[in-house]
């Protein structure tokens, strides 16, 4: 049986069964909608005791040699995360990531109308799959939408930005025109013209959330 298929996601995490693919994509599209806005308003996002994501500034070079700086998001995995190895039996949340998760539970449930202990359920019992995938090393795509794709590949993680998150950044249009041209920065923008699955492996990705 496929790791990705229903029958193994549910017995990972039954409470899946619970809601519907539409339910669940619901959840993640307004929790990313959360996330983008915190990260232009310059505060640091964090993704559900997973990792974080925050705006800093850089000075690239493309072109000819040509220096700017500019601010960008960046993607940060936690360290009790080691990709491919066993997780802790009880990782216990940090009070920050607590409030943080309160804040994005509450703006979510009133977004879609919903109570907030089906936001929470739900986005546990998604996280809950995804930290598994991550620590056996899977090959898999989370996209948050509007934000970025934070994918796996042979126990490599990245997050790929979204091209239109660049641009809102930093309005100029250089950051996201050096991530385009610049051959070690490209991996880590998806381009308004892409339309394939990056570095799809010969096993297939599975793309949460779902």
Not at 31 to 39: A, N, P
Not at 174 to 181: D, E, I
């Amino acid at each position: 049986m496929e790791w990705f298929s229903s029958d193994f996601l549910h017995a990972l995490s039954p409470e899946l069964a619970d809601f519907t693919k539409d339910d669940i994509a619901k959840i993640w599209e307004s929790v990313s909608e959360c996330y983008r806005q915190e990260l232009l308003l310059k505060k640091t996002v964090r993704l559900m005791g997973v990792g974080s994501m925050h705006i800093t500034e850089n000075t690239f070079w493309y072109g000819n040699l040509e220096s700017f700086k500019a601010e960008r998001p960046v993607f940060n995995l936690d360290k009790v995360f080691l990709v491919g190895k066993k997780l802790p039996n009880e990782k216990r949340s940090q009070p920050e990531d607590l409030e943080a998760a309160e804040v994005i539970y509450t703006e979510v449930a009133l977004r879609l109308h919903v109570p907030k202990e089906k936001v929470l359920k739900c986005i546990e019992a998604t996280v809950k799959v995804f930290v598994w995938a991550l620590s056996k090393g899977k090959n898999f795509d989370f996209v948050f939408k509007n934000v970025g794709i934070l994918l796996c590949r042979e126990g490599r993680v990245t997050m790929r930005f979204f091209e239109n998150l660049l641009r809102e950044v930093d309005k100029t249009g250089k950051l996201a025109n050096a991530f385009l041209q610049t051959p070690r920065l490209r991996p880590l923008i998806v381009a308004r013209t892409e339309r394939t699955v990056f570095q799809m492996p010969p096993g297939g990705v599975f793309v949460f959330p779902q």
